[in-house]
């Protein structure tokens, strides 16, 4: 991911998230440097515990601060679908699933088919054709494909 690209989603995370009028104590971390956290979790792998504070990232706590903030406020939905209709062109729907093990159950578990009945979970995912994800279903393993096609069509095309 270019430098310039992680410029591009602090500055649009700043537009949509104007902070009320900072009281005393810390200032507020630069949006930059959550992003550039984010890029070396997702790419590198590393643990949440293991990411320290430096110049340019922040601390694995504070990235899970942020993104929780974001979350909660739906701040990830708009500049996610801000970021896909950025795109130029008329992009391509790409749908695809894949089912991963569940060892310790949970919601979305059921059978897999494909893993000789072991409880897992299945993920219904549409990119564009860049491979930008754009929407993302999680059901038990063993829903079929078909049941979920619209729904995660409808999903996709409401964001790009």
Not at 37 to 55: H, K
Not at 68 to 92: C, F, K, N
Not at 94 to 111: E, M, N, S, W, Y
Request: charged residues 20%; aromatic residues 6%; positive net charge.
């Amino acid at each position: 991911m270019d430098f310039r690209l992680l410029h591009l989603i602090a500055t649009v995370i700043d537009a949509c998230d104007r902070p009320p009028s900072r009281g005393p104590g810390h200032p507020p971390t630069e949006t930059i440097r959550v992003v550039a956290t984010l890029r070396r979790f997702l790419r590198e792998g590393t643990p949440w515990r293991s990411l320290t504070a430096t110049v340019d990232q922040t601390s694995g706590s504070t990235l899970r601060r942020c993104l929780a903030h974001w979350a909660e406020t739906g701040l990830l939905a708009q500049v996610h679908a801000m970021l896909v209709s950025m795109r130029r062109g008329h992009p391509d729907l790409i749908l695809d699933t894949c089912c991963v093990r569940a060892k310790r159950g949970g919601d979305f578990t059921g059978p897999d088919p494909t893993d000789r009945g072991k409880q897992g979970s299945k993920y219904h995912i549409a990119t564009d054709s860049d491979g930008v994800p754009v929407a993302c279903i999680v059901t038990a393993a063993n829903i079929n494909d078909t049941l979920l096609f619209e729904r995660l069509f409808l999903a996709a095309f409401a964001v790009m």
